[in-house]
């Protein structure tokens, strides 16, 4: 491969990594708004998805939002029935955030269409391509977990 084309290939991967996050983003926000939510209300509900249980200053560190912005978006979120307040076993003053038991069911059901589509595209690469794909994603999940680290 001559370095030209090598090069064209490296932007045009760079260029495609760029639109998938413009356009996932993209994606998560009409979910969000067709949910009823918006994207912080989201983002909680993933971290929460993630980490399972976790502080309200936890969630305002990672959404960013100030405490009273926080209890306002957990209070929203609570509402929907999307998440449960819980006691903190270890500070009686505390209260410790979790999604509620049937949120995980219910934010599923927005994504099926979704899921249904990449399934069938990821089902048509060869188990050699799948090893690609799945270390080039890997591969920039660490480089993204990296670089945050880096501005912290």
């Known amino acids: 491969m001559s370095n030209a084309k090598k090069t064209d290939l490296k932007k045009r991967a760079l260029k495609a990594v760029a639109e998938y996050g413009i356009h996932l983003t993209l994606f998560r926000n009409a979910v969000s708004e067709w949910a009823g939510l918006n994207v912080t209300d989201m983002e909680c509900l993933r971290l929460l998805f993630l980490k399972g249980t976790t502080s309200p200053s ?13 209890t306002a978006m957990l209070d929203r979120l609570e509402q929907a029935g999307l998440i449960e307040r819980r006691p903190n076993p270890n500070d009686r003053r505390g209260t410790l955030i979790a999604a ?14 979704a899921r249904n589509a990449q399934d069938k595209l990821i089902s048509s690469y060869s188990e050699e391509e799948l ?13 993204w977990q990296e670089e945050s680290k880096k501005l912290k």
């Open 58 to 70: 936890e969630l305002a560190k990672h959404t960013g939002l100030t405490s009273g912005a926080t």
């Open 131 to 143: 090893e690609i794909i799945a270390d080039v994603f890997e591969k920039f999940t660490s480089l």
């Open 100 to 113: 509620a038991e049937s949120s995980a069911e219910k934010a599923a059901s927005w994504f099926a269409s």
